[in-house]
């Protein structure tokens, strides 16, 4: 099994907007044990491992949000170019999702669709996992670099409504809070960022099919073949994630986008000892682990961001998996 890695667009994006900000790059290469000419071809792999290093090191000089608000789009590789060319800014995120597991899987935040009394929001949503968590300049980098895709395919106007970080409140906030221009919540359990969802709708000025479509065929090409991402459970996985707010997974809409039939589906799930129901159970566990350990949300409101039409076939779902509900898990102190 090949040993995880990156897009090198990413480790390259990072180290220019670094060297931007007065950071000694050749240096940070070395140290981190980047090969030198792995950073001029954006579709290159980058060691897992040497990407993290390079953020240790970065992370010294406490620049996160800087890099964050300085990549943008070109971190993203062929992705991103794509996503300029799709429609609207609704289906370039909702094409990033099906492919983002070419950047690293589990790296692109997943999409969630929230309406409540206050208004409309699409969110993106990321349980971040230890090794960055760790080092904390990552988490403002992604954070930061959300803001500033929405800029680069809504328009400069696009701003965040609020923002969550699982990060303590630093002494001076004062950086973070002006960049953002939005209520800033610390020490969360989820990284999370609400836009407007009318953004969704915002046709984007470089729409064009023809070359969307060329870019987007080299990245589905890409998503064949990198490195852990052969599992067929997997693909479906994350396909599901994408969806569940809009309601109850389908697998013939999951199929479709996957670009195999029904029964091929069906099939290549068997090979790998699972089935879609499996997939779809085990995604909305997980997800329902997380969305708890939001008590801002009901949980009723975790019911509608699971797919589910009724709350109580969630609390059914939910006393399967844990043996409580969710009310008893979230007062035995389970969702923290």
């Known amino acids: 099994m090949s040993s995880p890695s990156v897009l090198a667009a990413m480790t390259t994006q990072v180290l220019v907007a670094a060297e931007s900000l007065g950071a000694d790059v050749a240096a940070i290469v070395r140290e981190a044990g980047i090969e030198p000419e792995l950073l001029p071809d954006p579709d290159a792999r980058v060691p897992l491992g040497q990407h993290l290093k390079m953020w240790e090191i970065l992370s010294r000089r406490g620049d996160g949000l800087r890099i964050g608000a300085r990549i943008g789009l070109a971190s993203l590789g062929v992705i991103g170019y794509a996503m300029q060319h799709e429609a609207t800014v609704g289906e370039a995120l909702a094409w990033q999702q099906r492919v983002g597991a070419v950047l690293y899987p589990g790296l692109v935040p997943q999409l969630e669709r929230r309406r409540d009394a206050a208004g409309d929001y699409v969110v993106f949503v990321r349980a971040m996992v230890p090794a960055f968590a760790r080092l904390i300049e990552p988490i403002y980098a992604q954070a930061a670099a959300i803001v500033a895709m929405m800029r680069a395919v809504a328009g400069a106007g696009a701003r965040a409504a609020f923002v969550t970080l699982p990060l303590p409140r630093p002494g001076d906030p004062r950086e973070v809070e002006a960049y953002f221009a939005c209520p800033v919540a610390w020490d969360a359990p989820l990284m999370q960022l609400g836009f407007d969802a009318a953004l969704l709708a915002v046709p984007l000025p470089r729409a064009d099919p023809q070359l969307f479509g060329y870019l987007a065929r080299r990245a589905e090409a890409m998503l064949a073949h990198s490195p852990g991402d052969a599992s067929w459970a997997d ?57 708890l350990a939001d008590r801002s949300l009901s949980a009723s409101e975790v019911a509608v961001l699971l797919g589910y039409a009724e709350p109580a076939a969630f609390f059914r779902a939910f006393r399967r998996w844990t043996g409580e509900t969710p009310q008893g898990f979230r007062r035995r102190g389970g969702a923290g």
């Open 235 to 291: 693909r479906v996985r994350r396909e599901v994630g994408a969806a569940l707010a809009e309601g109850e997974p389908r697998l013939q809409a999951v199929a479709k986008r996957l670009g195999v039939s029904e029964r091929t589906l069906h099939r290549r799930l068997l090979d790998e000892e699972t089935n879609f129901a499996g997939v779809v159970e085990a995604v909305r566990h997980a997800r329902a682990l997380q969305l």
